[in-house]
């Protein structure tokens, strides 16, 4: 019995004895394999690699689960996999926005504990916190204690046990400030994100400025300056303990970068809220659009879907629902299970009748109130932010859902569904020509075309494992086809109304003319009754000469040289002819009925 447990025995003894050998082996076999995971010239890195670093580094956090230099490899390491939820998952501790409402929800009963994963949610909170400091790892007893004794809750109580062990007060601890940056920034959680990364670099300059007391000046040049910067502490604690994967200067040149394209992204959005508030709806579609349609720079889609809201609201202001429509539709694409973007949605389809659609989504945001009040928490990850929603105002909205979707309901059951208010979808007045009707239809076919509808998604960078490339160009074109199929039909019955009104426009036309036709008729008619009663007063015209006086009558009709003349017009001096059919000619151009003027000079038989 002895002999046959001896080996296992000396084998524990020589795992012991040889731990920290081990475990330097692991460390450095890790840091080559990260390395190696390291993206090139803007390609990505190997995944392999990472994986092999991971799993290296998990065997030495089983013989070490507080080691500094391990769990820096480990964050890394998921880093490098774009693994980022478990980074935050990872370091949730030094996350601002969860961090202050944990701590203002210490106070409270266990049931208050879902405010804590939805702490991130809130983007207003998060723009109002604070720096962190080195320092904030250091609590104070009594108000310890006093949190002990409102809320025991033995697995928080282990949590902040180990992280209180696992975390180090010096600026060794700077790496969990750049990476859990990082990792926010491709969540989504760009406040949290600036912060941290701001802290990071504030405590990489604090480390700098005391390491570089001993520094010769030759240290100091500009090339070196930056990487010297951040690199100083790992240089520090790889003299020490031989255990630290310093950060070099490429990094520091990317986490500077990354903070610059932070503070861009708040700045405009920032802005588009402003001019939202100040009613600019065009002047925040520009600011959004410049968000959403930048080229340069990673935008994770969280905030993305964010921005694509903000964008639907502004588009409605300005009175263009289709736009509205097809952003949020894109946003639901996105992250289905998106508050927000599915009230938006509800409203604008509302305001244009489509009574049957609202319907739709607004049963479906009732399933996702009954999902968040039965797990105690909204719906979808708790590091996702859900553009200002709280668990608290679930059951309050939920509330006020219910008989809304009733009402619909009757509306819809007494046909009210079909009276579209295509106007209004396609952005064109009342009474509208045709040129402006198709002018509006043209623009927003070419904008709202589904294959186009669908490239959207190539620009944004996707960080959730249960939604791909494809499923997000499947989702947003079937949307944008439905979306195109009612523009089509709004065409169609609006063109079908304009064309009526030019047929009546033309018939109204034809009905004028012929009336103008008549009465010109009628007014000739009755000219000429006048003139006829006016020649039958008159028996005869006495033409004066100088020796000779003639009467001329119409019904003796004497052969004799008659000048007609119009009304108003001059006078015709005649002369004695015999041809008849000259006197026919002139007479014709007179008229029979009329008094003609003449002059009558030597006329004779």
């Not at 390491?77 to 601002?96: E, G, K």
């Not at 002047?283 to 879907?305: I, M, Q, W, Y």
Request: charged residues 25%; hydrophobic residues 45%.
């Amino acid at each position: 019995m002895a002999s046959s447990s001896s080996p296992p025995e000396k084998r524990r003894i020589w795992l012991r004895g040889h731990r920290k050998h081990i475990i330097g082996d692991y460390l450095g076999e890790a840091r080559a394999a990260l390395a190696a995971a390291a993206p090139l010239d803007g390609e990505g890195g190997d995944d392999k690699a990472a994986a092999a670093a991971l799993g290296l580094v998990d065997a030495v956090l089983e013989m070490s689960p507080r080691m500094e230099a391990a769990l820096e490899l480990r964050a890394r390491s998921l880093l490098a996999l774009r693994r980022y939820r478990d980074v935050a998952h990872m370091l949730r501790d030094y996350i601002p926005s969860c961090t202050k409402a944990c701590s203002a929800d210490d106070s409270t009963t266990s049931s208050s504990s879902s405010s804590c994963s939805s702490a991130s949610d809130n983007l207003a909170v998060a723009s109002r916190t604070d720096l962190l400091s080195p320092g904030r790892d250091r609590s104070d007893a009594a108000s310890a204690a006093s949190r002990f004794l409102c809320c025991f809750d033995l697995s928080e109580l282990k949590h902040r046990v180990v992280a209180g062990f696992s975390k180090n007060t010096s600026a060794d601890t700077q790496w969990r400030y750049l990476v859990l940056g990082q990792a926010c920034f491709h969540l989504g959680l760009m406040e949290d994100a600036a912060a941290l990364l701001q802290t990071g670099r504030r405590l990489a300059s604090a480390a700098f400025r005391r390491e570089s007391v001993c520094w010769s000046e030759d240290s100091f040049s500009p090339s070196n300056l930056t990487a010297n910067a951040i690199s100083a502490p790992a240089s520090r604690r790889a003299s020490k303990s031989g255990s630290a994967s310093g950060t070099t200067g490429t990094e520091a040149e990317s986490v500077s970068q990354l903070l610059a394209h932070v503070k861009l992204l708040l700045r405009r959005r920032a802005a588009a809220a402003a001019a939202l508030d100040a009613d600019l709806p065009s002047e925040a579609v520009r600011h959004f659009s410049k968000v959403l349609d930048a080229r340069r720079g990673v935008l994770p889609h969280p905030f993305a879907t964010a921005c694509l809201v903000g964008r639907a609201e502004a588009f409605r202001s300005s009175g263009r629902p289709a736009d509205a429509i097809a952003d949020c539709n894109r946003a639901l694409a996105l992250d289905p299970a998106f508050i927000p973007a599915l009230r938006s949605r509800a409203d604008l389809l509302e305001s244009i009748g489509a009574l049957s659609d609202c319907l739709r989504d607004l049963e479906h945001l009732k399933l996702l109130y009954d999902a968040a009040l039965r797990d105690g928490k909204l719906p979808g990850p708790t590091w996702r932010p859900q553009g200002g929603v709280r668990f608290s105002e679930i059951a309050g909205a939920h509330r006020a859902l219910t008989p809304r979707i009733q009402q619909l309901r009757v509306r819809v059951a007494g046909g009210e569904a079909c009276s579209m208010d295509y106007y209004a979808l396609l952005g064109v007045r009342r009474g509208c020509t045709r040129s402006e009707l198709e002018r509006a239809h043209l623009l927003l076919t070419l904008k709202l075309r589904p294959d186009r509808c669908a490239s959207f998604a190539e620009r944004l960078e996707l960080v959730d494992e249960h939604r791909d490339l494809e499923a997000v160009r499947d989702q947003a074109r079937m949307s944008a086809l439905s979306l195109y199929r009612m523009l089509q039909k709004g065409y169609s019955f609006i063109m079908s109304v304009v064309q009526d009104e030019e047929a009546a426009e033309r018939q109204r036309a034809k009905d004028a003319a012929a009336a103008a036709a008549v009465a010109a008729a009628l007014a000739r008619e009755q000219v000429e009754t006048a003139a006829v009663a006016e020649n039958a007063k008159i028996s005869s015209v006495s033409v004066p000469s100088t020796n000779v006086q003639v009467q001329v009558t119409q019904a003796a009709a004497m052969p004799m040289v008659v000048v007609a003349a119009a009304a108003g017009s001059p006078a015709f001096q005649g002369v004695f002819c015999r041809d008849m059919a000259v006197v026919g000619t002139l007479l014709s151009r007179g008229g029979f009925d009329r008094p003609i003027p003449v002059k009558c000079e030597a006329m004779s038989c």
